[in-house]
C-alpha cells in the first residue's frame, strides 16, 4: 500500500493520536495513583471494564456483525496478546523497576514490530529502514534520560527484583508487536466496533478472577474531581478511542511504520512536563524531537514486500520484452 495515499496519511494521523493519548496518559495515571486509593492494577481493571462498555454501546448504533466461532478464537488471541499480556505485564513490570528503566524498554517494540514483519509477513528489513528504527530510538531514549537523571539510581534501589521488572516489560512489548503483525490482515475483515467489542470483553473476564476483590473493596466515594476527570480521560481518550485509532492504522500501514508510532508517547509526555513547568526546553530535546521525525519518516519511506515484489516483475517485464 502506497503510505502517501489518502489511506495511508489517515493511518498515519491514526496512529499519531492513539500514541499521543497514551503519551498523555503516563502522567495522568501518576496523577491518579498519588493519592493512594487507586493502584495501578485497578487503573488497567477500569480501561478495560469501561472500553468494553462503551465499544458495546457503540455497537448498538451499527449492523451487527456475525463473528464465527473460528473467528472469535483468533479475537481471543488478540485480546491476550495486545490487551491481557501488553497490559498485565507492564503495570507488574513497572511494579518491579523503575519508571526509567521502563520507558527505556518501550522503545524497543518498533525494533520488535520490524524483526517479527521479516519473519512472519516477510517483509524487508532495509537499511533505510535501520536507520530509522535507530533514530527514532535514539531520540526517544535522549528524551526519557534527559527526564530521568535518576533512573539509575532507581532502578539500584529496586534490588532484584529489577531484572524480572525489566523482562516483563520487555514481554510487554513483544506481545503488543506480535499483535499488529500477526493480526494485521485479519483486522480488515471486521468493522473496528465488532474487532473491539469482542477484544476488550474476552480481556475482561481474564482479568476478573484477580481483580474482582480489588474492585470491591475500593472506597470510590472517596475520589476527588481531578482524579475523576483524569480516569475518565484514560478510559475514554486513551483506552476507547485510542484502540479505535490503533485499529485503523493498522489496516492502513505496515506493521513496522506503526510501530515507529510508540516514539511519540515519550514526546507528548516531554511536552506536558514543560507545558507544566515540570521539565524545561532545550537543545538535547530538540534535537530529540527531530530525530524521531526523521526516524518516522526514514521507516515510512522505506520499501515495503509489495514495492520490492512490483519492482522485480516490472524488470522481469522488462527483460522479456527485451528479449522479444
Known sequence: ????????????AAMFGAN?????????????????????????????????????IASLFRKQEHVPPRDLAKLFGA?????????????????????GDASIITTSMPLWAMILAALILKEPITSRKVAGIAA??????????????????????????AIWGDLL???????????????KNFVNRYSLITIMK??????????????????????WTTLDATTIGALCFIV??????????????????????????????PLVACIVAVSLGMDSFNTAKGIAVALIFGGVWLVTSSRSRADLEKQQQSAAGTSSATEQ
Open 236 to 265: 475514554v481518550g486513551a483506552t476507547f478511542l485510542s484502540y479505535m485509532l490503533v485499529v485503523i492504522g493498522q489496516k492502513r500501514l505496515r506493521p513496522t511504520v506503526a510501530g515507529m508510532y510508540n516514539y511519540i508517547q
Open 169 to 183: 516489560v520487555l514481554l510487554a512489548q513483544v506481545n503488543y508487536a506480535l499483535y499488529i503483525v500477526l493480526f
Open 79 to 99: 485480546s491476550l496478546l495486545a490487551i491481557v499480556l501488553n497490559q498485565g505485564c507492564f503495570v507488574f513490570g513497572v511494579g518491579l523497576t523503575s519508571p
Open 136 to 161: 527514532g530510538a535514539g531520540g526517544a531514549l535522549l528524551l526519557i534520560l534527559s527526564g530521568q537523571p535518576a533512573a539509575a539510581a532507581n532502578s539500584a534501589a529496586a534490588g532484584n527484583n
Open 20 to 56: 499521543a493519548m497514551w503519551g498523555l496518559m503516563s502522567p495522568l495515571v501518576k496523577l491518579v495513583v498519588a493519592g493512594g486509593v487507586i493502584t495501578p492494577l485497578l487503573v488497567t481493571d477500569l480501561r478495560i471494564f469501561g472500553a468494553m462498555i462503551l465499544f458495546w
Open 198 to 219: 469482542w477484544m476488550f470483553t474476552y480481556a475482561f473476564v481474564c482479568m476478573l478472577p484477580f481483580s474482582a476483590r480489588s474492585l470491591a473493596a475500593t472506597p
Open 1 to 12: 500500500m502506497n503510505n502517501g495515499s489518502k489511506e495511508g496519511w489517515q493511518g498515519h
